[in-house]
């Protein structure tokens, strides 16, 4: 039976058990919900330096040179990077920038284009 709980997103009572079907419920706090929905909450929220949101698939803009340890030469401000991915850290963008491959990137450097 253990393994049919699961802890409540609003209470965050670890005691939440099946409700029929897929939804489930709080015995605390009578909250209901469907643990394969994903909310507002569980989304990477990521912004770039002039407080746009940033999504998968965003063409953004670099702002400032940036030295790369090991490269021969910097990232130049004004690169435009296409595609980028969204991902958890301190480095929040992964991408591909021509002439120096795979890296990531912080979001305080770039601007959507």
Same mark, same amino acid.
């Given at each position: ?22 939804? =489930? ?24 330096? $002039?407080? $746009?949101?940033? =999504? ?43 002439? =120096? ?7 305080? =450097?770039?601007?959507?284009?």
């Amino acid at each position: 039976m253990s393994d049919e709980l699961k802890t409540c997103p609003q209470c965050e009572s670890p005691y939440g058990y099946p409700n029929g079907g897929a939804m =489930f419920a709080c015995p605390s706090c009578s909250f209901e919900w469907n643990p394969t929905e994903t909310t507002d909450e569980d989304q990477l929220i990521v912004k770039d330096a $002039n407080g $746009n949101q940033l =999504f998968d698939g965003d063409t953004v803009i670099v702002i400032k040179t940036l030295n790369v340890k090991g490269a021969s030469g910097p990232i130049k401000a004004g690169t435009k990077v296409k595609n980028i991915r969204l991902a958890d850290g301190d480095h929040n963008i992964d991408c591909k920038i021509p002439s =120096f491959g795979s890296m990531g990137l912080k979001s305080e =450097f770039v601007k959507k284009a």
